[in-house]
């Protein structure tokens, strides 16, 4: 089994930054894709960002050009740079990471994080 501890959410202003970080223990060689995901109040879970073992990414068009994600697969650790920060980026954030990307895309894998709160105010 995996599991993942999220830190780094808060409360920061408008056009201001923050970085999450989430780290995997367990059974971690069996991780090959990590990914963002979040979830407003009355609102369907999406997804943020993703990343595999190769480098490879894929970002949600609401995010594109301000979050970046990267990891750093020596220390089983991926991280969320959110850059330009507004309002609606306000929500849950919760990690997950699968052995599938497809699965991690669809939003399916077994292991998820606890959440952290992000709040951007106006």
């Known amino acids: 089994q995996v599991q993942l501890v999220e830190s780094g959410g808060g409360l920061v202003q408008a056009r201001g930054s923050l970085r999450l970080s989430c780290a995997a223990s367990?059974?971690?060689?069996?991780?090959?894709?990590m990914g963002w995901y979040r979830q407003a109040p009355g609102k369907q879970r999406e997804l943020v960002a993703a990343?595999?073992?190769?480098?490879?990414?894929n970002y949600a068009d609401s995010v594109k050009g301000r979050f970046t994600i990267s990891r750093d697969n020596a220390k089983n650790t991926v991280y969320l740079q959110m850059n330009s920060l507004k309002p609606e980026d306000t929500a849950v954030y919760y990690c997950?990471?699968?052995?599938?990307?497809?699965?991690?895309?669809?939003?399916?894998?077994?292991?998820w994080g606890q959440g952290t709160q992000v709040t951007v105010s106006s």
């Open positions: 997950t990471v699968d052995r599938f990307w497809y699965r991690l895309l669809a939003g399916t894998s077994d292991y």
């Open positions: 367990g059974s971690t060689f069996s991780i090959n894709v």
């Open positions: 990343i595999s073992n190769g480098g490879n990414t």
